[in-house]
Structures are given as C-alpha cells and as structure tokens.
C-alpha cells in the first residue's frame, strides 16, 4: 500500500497527457486548489492509483510483460487453455492462464491495453483539435459559417455515435479493402475522433460567444491584433477549462467505442489485438468452460473505463468554481 | 405552428436528402460496380455496354435521381456478399430486429419508470442509492461486456437460458415472431434484458429527477395540505406530469435502441438487421450498407419528427416558448 501512495503524486499530470496542453499560467494557477481536492478525495486517489498502474504496464509492456504474445515463436500449442495459476490445472507460469493458442493472457492484456490507450488518446487527441477549432471558429465567426457548423452538429447527435463510427469505419474499409496495420488505426481512429467532436465544438462555441463580448477580446481589437491571433492567443486559452474535463471522460468513451468496435469484428487488426479483440476471441470459448480468456480482458476495460470516468468526475467539480 | 411544423419537414427533408446522397456517393466511388458485377477480366466493350445499361453514363444528377427513386421504393441492388436482393435480405431480418428493441423499449419502461419513482421517494435510503449506483454502472459498463456476462451466469454456469439464436418462430406472413413459443421468448430473455439497460437507466434518472422536480411544486404541497393519500399525490398528480418528457425520451430512445441492437444481436448472434449490417462491414458490402443507413436514416427522421410534433401537442407551455425563441 505504502508503494501504491508513493505513485499516486505523478498521477495528477499522468491523468492529463490526452488533453492539449494549457498554457503554463493557467495550470500554475489551478494546481494549488486542484491539488488540495485530489488530496482530500479518496475515491479520485484509488481512481488515480488505478488508472496510472494501467497506464504503466500498458506503457512498458515490452519489460513487465512475462511473455510476448505477439512473438509467435514462442507459444506453445501444449500450454494452449490453462486456467489461472490459482486452479488446479494452471500453471505458475501463466499466472491468469493461455488462451486456444497457448498465449499468456496477462502479457496479452498488457500489450493489449496498450493499443486500446492508444486508439482511445489518439482519437481524443483529433476530436478536441477538430472540435476546438470548429468550435472557436464558430463562436469567432458567427453567421453563416456558425449556422452551417451547428446544423452538422445537430445532425450528429441526433444519431447515436457507434452508429456513425461504425458508417465511417464501413466506408474506410471499403475504400480501402486491403488496408495494412497503420491504414487500419487510421481508420479507426478517425472514425472514432469524427464521432466525439461535437460535444467539444458546442461547449467552446458556447464559451466563445462568452469571451468575444469581453473587454480584453475588444481591446486586442481596437490595438489592431488579427482576428485569427486573436482566437488563438486570447480567446482560447480562456475557454479550455471545460474542454479539459471533457476530454478526460471522453477518454473512457473512446476506449469503450475501441472495444465495442474490435469486439464486433470491424476495429484493430487481428494482427495486433487490443482488449476489444481479446474479448472477441475468447467469447467463442466461454461455452467450453475457459472463461478467463474473456473475463480478465472485460475487467481491464471496465477498470479503465470506470477509473477514468470517476477522475473525470472528480476533475469536474475541482475545477468548477461554484463547488469550491 | 404551422411553421414551426414547416421547418422541421425541411430539416427532415434536408437530412434524409443528405443520408441519401452518402449512400449515393457509397455506391458510385467506393467500389467499382462495373467490376463487382463483370469481374476484373471483362471486355472494355463489355464494360460500356454494362456501364450504358446501368445509367453510369448519364450526368451526376440524373443518375442522383435515379438512385433516389430507387432507394425510396426500397430497391438498393443485389448484396456483393450473398448475390441476393438487399430489400429481400432487409424485410427478412427486419421482424427480429423490431421484435427484441420493442421488448427492450418495453423493459426499460416498465422497469425504468417504477424503480425511478423509488429512488425519488425513498431519497437518501440504502437502497434507491443501490438503485442510483446500479444505474450509473450500467452507463459505464461496455454493453456487450454486460452481455457476456449475464450469458456466463445464466447460460452457461446456471444452464437456465439459451444465449444465442431465435429459436422457434412463429409466421405472421412477412412477420416472424419468438413471442407466442415458450422456446422464442426464452431465446429473448438475455438479449432483450441486455438490450434494455441503457433505456432503462436513462428513464430511470430521467423520472428521479423529474420527480424530485415536480415534488417540490406547489400544486403537490396543496394536494398533500387537501389531504389526500400518498399514493394519489404520488401517481396521480405527480408522476403524471413527469411523463411527458419521459415518453419523450423513451420515443427519441427507440431509434438508438435499434442501432445499439447491433452490438447485442452480435453478442447473441440474433438474426437481426444489426448482424447483417456488421456482416456488410466486415465484407465491405455496400449496397447493404446503404440499404441500412437510409432505412436507419428514416426511422430517425421520423421518430424525431413525430416525437417533436407530439411535445408540441402535448405541452401547451412549451408552444409559448418555442414561439418565443423564434424556434
């Protein structure tokens, strides 16, 4: 326990990677309050504790990993469906068991958790730069750009995203039907990141539309500054706050879409199975009595899913002036 | 309100016209027709003849049009994958599909509603925050994952339900249906409760707080200082007006509900329009592909349209708004 506290203080910054970065004034001024919440939160510390461990054997899955599923060299057909260590047929070797080709399912995890970390940041990434940019250009613009920005808005969430994700990635599949591994993410992420913007281009919109009225926008105006550095310069550091909460939730959303999509067949390469694909595989196995090559892939996600989804929770009220 | 109606037929029109033209676009430059139907190694001859008799050298719009009629009257071509007409393969799946999400819109209701009225009751107690945690889990948790889950208890280490297929089906004409053998409706019990969670949890914070809302009025305070019982004040006067919004929800829900189908009739391989749809996927199988997103399209459009005619007909208030805002 004593371990796991001494790694809860990089937790703070190790929450953030997806989200741009703010610029330095601004994280300054809001760490010392939002520090003192973390502090003071026991569900967002365990949350923390959580999500970083994952983070951490994703990111080095390469040392902690005690196989490489991915080196086929070294499976072993023989050691193919062993249950868990703690069952009487398991081996010590394998400590939460093989899957039907005698891979070991923790070092599949791990490698695993690191492709869907990445699809899901990756795909954040793209829908808060679209989102962000649409949105100021929006709130900036008005008019007709602003009409036309909002219509697209409204008709993308009157459809469901997994929906919308799955039309995007249909089409990039058969637009290129003999995608390789990097066209394939590619894909994947885009059609995960084109479904995400929206929230992000109403909220900056929104927050623009605040800003533009202010003296400081007026004043950059009156001493000539252009429209598009004042956007950038000015107006946007000021409506990130909400973004960043955002995004910290829509990671755990985009990680599900990642394995809702693998799950159903249409997401990563088999090559290079992410949690979605390990669940997918084992599913077929449940029946013969191996539930382990499903379950511990669906408990990493839910892990994942859950720990990010509470420290977005928490993130949203530390940053919220009103609730301080 | 007449043209509040106008705009939103615009606005349908305008989306449907817009789905329309995608799948359009699907059809004419992702894939070459020509070769999907003569195979690589026909004749140029062969080609122009095929590509005349198929409209390909009219002008975009004209062949726009054409697309248009077609897709209106339901005819998308033959299926890449199965060399069978996608309207015959769609009208085929379409009754299991609208069997287990009218189910699950059933479910989410009648248990949504009820144990939504708890929780606002009963707020604070141990067990409507049981009921409130529940929910937020089933928000959070990966849908399918749920899916194997309850198929890893009751199908497979308890062996009281069957997890995949429909199992016997009764015909009504084009309509088939598991509702009326006792094999059927145990086939739908995973699925449909699967299915139902997301509705479910949705009506259920929607009517708690709804309630809570609507417990604070003061029509509700001149009830109780009237004397009336508690179960009238509850159900009578104040769920009643929660429910507007609720049906709402519930109505917009119905369409989601048929598209998250997708992931549960994958999970239990339930011969849907989802399974087929994800199939069309896989296998890059546009005309079905398209075939889906206008009908899916049309179902949205339509549920949207008339659930927005009915909150106008239904909330006088909101007429006053509406118009106010220039909406």
New interface residues.
């Given amino acids: 326990m004593a371990h796991q506290h001494s790694v809860a203080p990089a937790v703070a910054p190790a929450a953030a990677p997806a989200i741009p970065a703010a610029p330095g004034a601004l994280a300054r001024f809001l760490d010392g309050d939002v520090w003192h919440s973390f502090k003071n939160s026991p569900v967002a510390i365990i949350a923390a504790v959580i999500a970083t461990l994952c983070v951490v054997c994703a990111l080095f899955a390469n040392w902690l990993a005690p196989h490489n599923p991915l080196d086929l060299a070294t499976l072993e057909l023989m050691d193919a469906r062993l249950p868990p260590a703690w069952e009487a047929e398991g081996k010590a070797k394998y400590l939460l068991g093989t899957d039907d080709q005698g891979r070991d399912i923790l070092s599949a995890l791990m490698y695993g958790s690191r492709i869907s970390l990445f699809v899901g940041l990756a795909s954040v990434v793209v829908s808060v730069v679209i989102g962000v940019g649409l949105g100021l250009l929006s709130g900036f613009v008005g008019g007709r750009v602003d009409a036309f920005i909002m219509r697209v808005c409204d008709v993308m969430l009157s459809f469901p995203s997994i929906l919308i994700a799955l039309l995007i990635d249909g089409v990039g599949r058969a637009m290129f039907p003999n995608a390789h591994d990097t066209l394939a993410f590619t894909v994947l992420i885009i059609a995960i990141s084109l479904t995400g913007w929206v929230q992000y281009a109403r909220t900056v919109r929104g927050s623009t539309l605040v800003e533009r009225q202010k003296e400081y926008v007026q004043a950059a105006r009156v001493i000539g500054v252009s429209p598009a550095r004042i956007m950038r310069r000015h107006v946007l550091p000021n409506v990130l706050g909400p973004v960043l909460v955002l995004a910290t939730i829509h990671v755990a959303t985009a990680i599900i879409t990642e394995a809702t999509l693998s799950f159903l067949g249409v997401g990563v390469p088999p090559t290079s199975p992410s949690l979605g694909t390990l669940i997918r595989v084992g599913q077929d196995f449940l029946f013969s009595g191996e539930w382990w090559i499903t379950i511990f892939p669906g408990l990493v996600l839910i892990m994942i899913a859950l720990s990010v989804n509470l420290l977005g929770d928490w993130l949203r009220d530390a940053l919220n002036p009103r609730l301080r | 309100m007449l043209a509040f109606i106008l705009r939103r037929l615009i606005q349908a029109m305008i989306?449907m016209v817009?789905v329309a033209f995608i799948a359009f676009m699907?059809f004419q430059y992702?894939?070459d027709p020509v070769t999907n139907l003569l195979g690589q190694d026909a004749t140029p001859q062969q080609r122009e003849a095929l590509r005349r008799d198929l409209g390909l050298d009219q002008p975009f719009f004209v062949q726009f049009a054409k697309f248009a009629v077609n897709a209106a009257q339901g005819e998308f071509g033959l299926s890449l994958r199965q060399g069978r007409k996608v309207s015959v393969l769609i009208a085929e799946r379409f009754p299991a599909t609208l069997e287990l999400a009218t189910v699950a819109a059933l479910l989410g209701l009648l248990l949504g509603i009820p144990l939504g009225v708890y929780a606002a009751l009963k707020r604070g107690s141990f067990m409507s925050q049981v009921v409130m945690t529940g929910s937020l889990l089933g928000v959070?948790?990966?849908?399918?994952?749920i899916g194997?889950?309850l198929?890893?208890v009751f199908?497979?280490q308890l062996k009281w339900l069957p997890s995949f297929g429909r199992g016997d089906v009764v015909s009504f004409g084009n309509l088939s249906t598991g509702l009326f053998t006792i094999d059927g409706l145990k086939h739908l019990v995973l699925p449909a409760f699967t299915l139902s969670l997301f509705p479910m949890t949705l009506v259920l914070r929607l009517v708690r707080s709804e309630m809570l809302e609507v417990l604070r009025t003061d029509y509700i305070k001149f009830a109780r200082a009237r004397g009336l019982p508690d179960r009238s004040v509850y159900f009578r006067h104040a769920l009643k007006n929660t429910l507007v919004p609720v049906i709402t929800i519930a109505g917009l829900q119905l369409?989601?509900i048929i598209?998250?189908a997708?992931?549960t009739e994958?999970?239990f391989q339930w011969p849907g329009m989802g399974l087929l749809?994800?199939q069309?996927?896989?296998f890059?199988d546009?005309p079905v592909?398209a075939a889906y997103?206008c009908l899916?399209?049309l179902i949205?459009v339509t549920i949207?349209l008339v659930v927005d005619l009915l909150y106008f007909a239904v909330d006088p208030r909101l007429r006053i708004e509406r118009s106010a805002a220039g909406h």
């Fill in positions: 989306v817009t699907l992702v894939g959070s948790l990966p849908n399918f994952l194997i889950l198929i890893l199908a497979v369409g989601a598209a998250f997708i992931v994958t999970v749809f994800i069309a996927v896989q890059a546009i592909m997103l899916i399209a949205f949207n």
